[in-house]
């Protein structure tokens, strides 16, 4: 902050170091120190650092946070970029919401993931991203929820691990499904079809947390599990190696359709022309070839050993 050692802050701030301490208290139950004129000027002195420290801080807090704001809005950013974020500003979780709250463009995503920002999360960020109900929901996030309950569940405080399990056991917004179904099909959906959509979202979820579920849910996913086949690989999901928007169907909701209507969803199906709005081809086509791969695993499930047509 550049504040010099042999000014009058820097010393009364050298001098306050390890001081403080002994005569901010009595010593054992004797009678508190006097205020006598030492006392007034070591009060004086400190008060005058602080106002020197904080307004420092303040001036170099303002220019760090304009230097973040451009930092952010580089619209071609390089790994020597990410690393200037690493280098340049405190690793704190001021920094990160400033930082991401700016940001414009997902060309910001590969530098920062090369240089490591993303190989860990702190265990209040993931409990929180966890124990969120709306999070859990969301379709176009469910990839990223399931994997990142994986990874973590096992980490989790006893307490966070009940809530996570509430979370899962609760289940889906099916209004949501409802209404999506309505809009799309221009009818009311089955009630066969939204029992499989809320049956193998729980699936999917309680497989992601399997290491953590209770006995009477460990006993409930074997039974989706024998009922719908396997819950889908979270390895083996393709996913398109471009940005895309967040889809509006889910790969449960394309599942839960038959060929006919399979069919007729994707002639219906148009792309947005604009690329981070509406829903792109290569996303519809990936969440498409998860969706068929999701029922020819179930259809092999349920004919077991038998022969099926």
Known sequence: MRIEETSRAGKAWLNAVGTLHGRAHRRNLEHPQTVDADILERVDGLEGMLDAVLDAFEAHYLAAVERLETLAATPEPSNADARRLRSDFPQNQITWERFFSQLTTPAWLGPLR?????ADLPPAL???????????????????????????????????????????????????????????????????????????????????????????LQNDLQRLETEYGPAASLDDIEEPFFWTPPSSVSTDELAALNTTELVARVRAFTPSADRFTGQSEGDFTVQLRVAVNQQARAHSSRCGSQACD
């Open 114 to 118: 090369k240089e490591g920002f993303f």
């Open 126 to 216: 993931v409990y929180q991203a966890l124990s969120d109900r709306q999070l859990a929901r969301d379709n176009d996030l469910a990839l990223e929820w399931l994997r990142l309950a994986r990874a973590r569940c096992e980490h989790l405080e006893p307490e966070q691990r009940n809530v996570l399990v509430q979370v899962a056991r609760e289940g889906p917004d099916t209004d949501k499904w409802k209404e999506s179904h309505r809009r799309y099909a221009n009818e009311e959906i089955s009630d066969t079809r939204l029992r499989h959509l809320t049956e193998t979202w729980h699936r999917e979820r309680y497989a992601a947390i399997r290491p953590i579920l209770p006995s009477d």
